[in-house]
Structure formats: C-alpha cells, structure tokens
C-alpha cells in the first residue's frame, strides 16, 4: 500500500517561500527541485489524492468520476478524476488529482524532433540553449521511461493496424515509444524513489487510472521526491486568483468540502508563486487576476493549441484487435490486452513540422466495456459509417455483411470481448495544428473559442487516412463524436498547450523563457517571484505528447531560479 502524500488541510500554514498551484508535469517538477534548494514549498492541488485500487473500473465507478463543464451547466463533481470542457468548436479532457493529467494519459514519453525548438515561435533563448538536452534528461532519469519490451507479444491492436497502414500509406516508420509504465520486477519492490511499485499485468486499463501501481505517474518519483525533502502538498485547494502585495504575493484559495458547503476563501502569502494548473487552469487565473488588477500581457490566452489531436475507432473489422481493458476482472485466465499504447507509427509529409503525425493505438479501459457494444454501433449508423464502404464493391458482400451485424449482436450479448467491439480498435492522431484559439473569460469561467477550427486541411487528411485504414482492416471508420457537420466539426484533445506563451517580450507572449510572468502589455519587465511552469507556456503544437517537454521546461526554469538564488 502507497503511503498518503498529501497532508490535511488544517495543516495549511498563512505564509510560504514557495506556493505552487497544480501537481502536473510542471508543478511537481517544480515542487521537487524547489524543496531540494531548501525553500519552504506548498503545493495546491483543486483534485483529491487518488492511490492504485482506488481507480475506477467499472461503468457506475467511472460515471462518479466525471465532471463536466457544459456551456450552461457543470455535471459531477469538482474534484472528480475526469476533467471534461465542452465548447462548440473543442472538447478538452484532462486529469484531475495529486499527479494531474500523469493519472490518465497513455504515458507516451517522447522528446520532439530538435528542429522544432529552432522554430520562431520560441524565445531566443529557448532556440539557442544548447542546454535543453540536458533538461529531457533531467526529466527522463526522474520519469524513468521504458518502451515496451522486446520479449513481450505485440498486442493484435497494434499489429493489425500497422499493416493496414503500411498498405495505405508509404511513408510509415514503426517504433515501441519509451512509457510511463513499469514492466519489470524491481529490487525490493522500490523504484529508484524509493515508492513500492508492482510489475504492469497488461491489464489495458492504463487511460482510468493504474490499479496495478505499474504506471510511472507523478505520483511514483517527482511528489514523493518532493514530499522527503520537505514540501507540503495539500489537496481539494482550487486557486480562483492571485494578487500582489509589496514584495509578496496573495493567493486566494477555495476549499473544495466533500459536504459542498461554500465558505470564505483562505488567503495564502508567498515570496513566490508558480502557477502550474495546466493550461486551463493557469489561464483561468492569470485572466482572473486580470480582471481583479493585475497587469498582464495582451497576448494572454492566445495560441491555444490542441497539438494536432484526432481520435477515431475502426469498427468491426474482420481482424482480432483485443483493445478492451479487462476492468474489474484482472487478467486471470484472459489474453492479455497490453498497455494503453503498444506501439506507434510516424507518418512523414514534405512539411514536416507542419503535417507530421504520430498515429498510435489506444485500448478503451475496461471501465467502459459495458457501454461499447451499444455506443460503438450507434456512433457507426450516426456517422454514416454503417454503409458498407469496400466490401459493398466485392463478392461475397452480402454475407460479409451479415458476419458484421452478427457480431454486433454477440457484442450486445456476450459484451465487450466478443463480436464487433472484440475486432474494434481506438486510433489516436498527434500531429500540428495552426495554435490559433483563444481562451476568454465570460462570467467567471472560461471558454474556448476558435472558429473555423474545423477548415484546416489537414484535420480532413487525417479522418481521410482513419477511413482508409479502417477500409483496408474492412471495418468501419467512427470518427471522434464531435467531428459532425451538425457540431460544427469539432476536435477533442487531450494535449491543451498555450495561452500563456513565453516568448522575446510581451507584445508576444505572457511570460519570458524562463516562465517568469511580464508585468505589462509590453517591454521585457516581469513581476518578482511569479512564474508559470506547464503545458500554457508551450507557443506552439510539439507533434509529440508534451509531457516530457512540460517536465523539460520546468526543469529549466527550476534550474535557472537556483542561479537566480545563489
């Protein structure tokens, strides 16, 4: 059993060298290298402590786990694991807890190609360290990633769709990205931060959460570093604003009770804060300290990217693809599913920092095995999909199709792994975008705003290249549910970067290259002892998952702050 991070509220000092605002990629690092230089640091966390055997795996468990922002209403509750905002032109979903988004991502950790720091969306000073290197490796001996090893079987998700693209596409280069997840029995059971961790059951259930303990989260290496050398984390703490006071700053803070009662904000004061809640929630305050007095940057909450992001599912296809997670029921007896992603294939453009694509396969966590029989073959009869597509044009289309609705029919009945959701892949896209939405402030919440989003050619390509591939496999193509003439043609994300962009100065972005805040709409100046460090300071999509990026960045700016105290 995982021994208790976070501390009880009532412990909550008035006064702190450092307070940190989300445990994300960003914030741990932050709360790890800060606590290290012997600053007194507390960490605010809006989610709750959430440890393996206490994830969801089962639909009823995972329905209490979802909040939702709608754009008149909020469904769940505050603190739930799912974080999910919906707007007309894109849905974002992001983790919510004592390790942030770590808690439910596929733990792909891949640096970016290094052509993509030179591009002038960065500072100078980003573009010319020969340093950042050195950051990823930082970051990486503290995640401790590892592909998914050779001596294992390729899970049947990933191979059939490989050679579906390969078929389709030319351009294709395969390979096993480097994973948050732990496959080997470690020393003692302890991994390298001393946090007892259990080898991965390929279970498939990685995306709701590691009951297994296997997952490499925040979790397992920069909080509990953090917490040993004398930080302070406390959770249920949203941050609504920021102020300053002489040569501190106030931070007011909500308690989030499990009673729902409403009370007064606390006020916290620190010689320095970092903002680190993830690009909503970053933005989220800086615009409502904004609102409340302080001078900000111009440029604040513009560049919002989705980096690229397009789901899809390939649907009763004629292959085997065992992508459902096994939920509730481990894996005693049962073929084992894999971890989130297994592999992934880049598919190369003569633009390529424009057009490339990372497409890997995903597993749908078995928490939601009881909804997919009914869900998938609705979305295929929405989308159109249902129509037969290649087999129509051959013989022996009849009885294909009769083959495909009769496994629907034992999907329905015998549930998830059998029938059509048993030949069902899900197919997750990171690529670029134009980083051209907004993030605004309306009535004490925020909103997304990027019309047109749907007219980037290369969004259709990508559903084009989902639909060819599921016609190669002679299944059916869903696109993500969004993606509908009558929605707008909306995107999902689950990579939300920008809007508070570092760049040269502050005509141009929010905070400088080394995340500290400009205090004004212009010139270089910036407020003493405020920074951001996340996913909100990126200018741009990256092409790969931004974790490690995230880590890289802070481990930066932590390094370059140290400088700053010596």
């Known amino acids: ?100 988004t770590s808690l439910i991502d596929a733990g792909v950790c891949l640096r970016p190609d290094l052509s993509l720091l030179q591009d002038l969306a960065w500072p100078e000073a980003i573009r010319n360290d020969p340093q950042m290197p050195i950051y990823y490796q930082k970051a990486e001996t503290m995640l401790c990633p590892s592909p998914y090893p050779l001596g294992f079987p390729l899970p049947p998700k990933f191979c059939n769709v490989e050679q579906a693209v390969k078929e389709t596409i030319r351009d294709v280069k395969t390979s096993r990205p480097k994973l948050l997840i732990n496959f080997d029995s470690l020393p003692n059971g302890l991994n390298p931060a001393g946090v007892r ?86 933005t989220e305050i800086l615009l409502r300290s904004e609102e ?49 992603t297994a592999g992934m294939m880049a598919i190369g453009s003569e633009q390529p920092l424009k057009n490339d694509i990372l497409l890997s396969d995903l597993t749908f966590p078995g928490a939601f095995g009881k909804w997919l029989p009914f869900l998938l073959s609705s979305l295929a009869k929405t989308a159109g999909a249902i129509e037969m597509g290649a087999a129509n044009e051959k013989e022996g289309a009849i009885q294909e199709l009769f083959q495909k609705e009769t496994r629907i029919i034992q999907s329905r009945i015998l549930g998830s792994g059998a029938g059509a959701v048993h030949h069902t892949s899900l197919l997750f896209v990171t690529g670029h975008d134009e980083s051209a939405g907004r993030i605004i402030m309306e009535k004490d919440r925020i909103k997304i705003l990027w019309p047109g989003i749907h007219r980037q050619p290369k969004l259709y390509r990508t559903h084009e290249m989902l639909k060819q591939i599921a016609e190669t ?64 300071v990126i200018p741009r999509s990256l092409g790969v998952p931004p974790l490690l990026t995230i880590c890289a960045l802070a481990e930066r700016s932590c390094s370059l702050l140290e400088m700053e105290k010596r």
């Open 1 to 100: 059993m995982m021994m208790w991070l976070s501390q009880n509220q009532e412990d909550l000092s008035e006064r702190y060298d450092v307070i940190i605002v989300g445990s994300g990629y960003g914030g741990a690092v932050a709360a790890s290298r800060l606590a290290r230089l012997g600053f007194q640091v507390c960490l605010l966390e809006r989610g709750r402590e959430i440890v393996p055997g206490q994830y969801p795996n089962n639909t009823e468990q995972f329905l209490k786990e979802v909040h939702a922002v709608l754009p008149s209403e909020q469904i769940g509750a505050e603190n739930a694991l799912f974080d999910v905002r919906c707007y007309r032109d894109i849905q974002v979903v992001t983790g919510s807890g004592l390790g942030g």
């Open 197 to 282: 961790q259990n080898p991965c059951t390929l279970c498939g259930n990685c995306l709701t959460g590691c009951n297994e303990g296997a997952k490499n989260t925040l979790m397992m290496n920069y909080l509990p570093d953090a917490k040993r050398h004398g930080a302070r984390l406390f959770t249920r703490m949203q941050v609504l604003s920021i102020q300053q006071e002489d040569t501190l700053w106030r931070v007011f803070v909500k308690r989030i009770r499990e009673d729902n009662k409403k009370e007064k904000p606390l006020m916290l004061r620190a010689d320095r804060v970092i903002l680190a809640a993830g690009t909503l929630g970053t």
């Open 292 to 340: 409340k007095g302080l001078k900000l940057s111009n440029a604040l909450g513009h560049r919002f990217s989705g980096n690229g992001n397009t789901i899809g599912v390939v649907f009763n296809t004629n292959a085997p693809m065992n992508a459902v997670g096994l939920g509730s029921h481990g894996n005693d007896g049962e073929v084992p599913v894999g971890p989130a």
């Open 473 to 536: 496999l002679e299944g059916y193509s869903i696109p993500n549910p969004i993606w509908h003439e009558r929605l707008g043609n909306g995107i999902m994300t689950w990579h939300p970067l920008g809007g508070a962009v570092m760049a040269d100065d502050a005509s141009a972005g929010v905070v400088n290259h080394k995340g500290q805040v400009f205090s004004g709409g212009s010139g270089v100046e910036v407020y003493s002892g405020l920074y951001v460090m996340d996913g909100s």
